[in-house]
């Protein structure tokens, strides 16, 4: 194949390959990491967990996780569409961005507020830091988006990477396969947004970089 062609696969790829990647963008979409990693983390280090059954787990710790960093900013970014603050719930522009992650970056605080404050039962560390990271990373792709449009998705990639790192440094239990796996899924999801012609490649090793720094800064900090 000559090179022509090559550049035409690579500006028009398939649309099975579209599929598949508007598929990985999805499964992989940003407001589901704090819910999906705070499962792994359970899962990875339950020594971290110790005295928290299952249901307990899912009772006391998963379900205020999934209330405040899932279900209410999809509440809050339907509503933002609905009353016309947004164009479009994909939120493609920067512009769309704003309300969405103003409403995430409140009640991912709020989470992080609960959790750290409360007496009543001991929050892993592992999982404060997590919640942190992610408050810090809503925080830091808002500011980004000021100036330009950074990949909320490789941002979210970035962020299992570095609450993986800071597991991988603090836990005695190996983490290079977990890793590996996390490293994989974040490439599938910054091919995917490739692939889709949602970012620049700056933009997505952007938003790789911000969200380890973030959970690495989270830890550094508690």
Sequence with gaps: MDNSSENTTTKHPSKA?????MMASYVFHPVFMPTVMAIVLYRLSPASFAGYTPKMFTAVLLLPIIINTLIFPLIGALLSKGVGFTESIHMK????????????M???FWAYHVFRSTRDFHVPEILLVLLLGSFWGVIAVFMVNIFLKISMHTAAAG?????????MFSSPVN????????????????TARLILNAHQRFELWLGYVVGILVQLAAWWYL
């Design 17 to 21: 390959l579209r599929f598949l990647a």
């Design 93 to 104: 522009t920067t512009k769309d961005r704003i309300i969405p992650l103003l409403i995430s």
């Design 159 to 167: 962020s299992m990477l570095g609450i993986l790192l800071v597991l």
């Design 175 to 190: 983490m290079i396969l977990p890793f590996f796996i996390a490293l994989l899924i974040a490439g599938i999801i910054g």
């Design 106 to 108: 409140i009640f991912y």
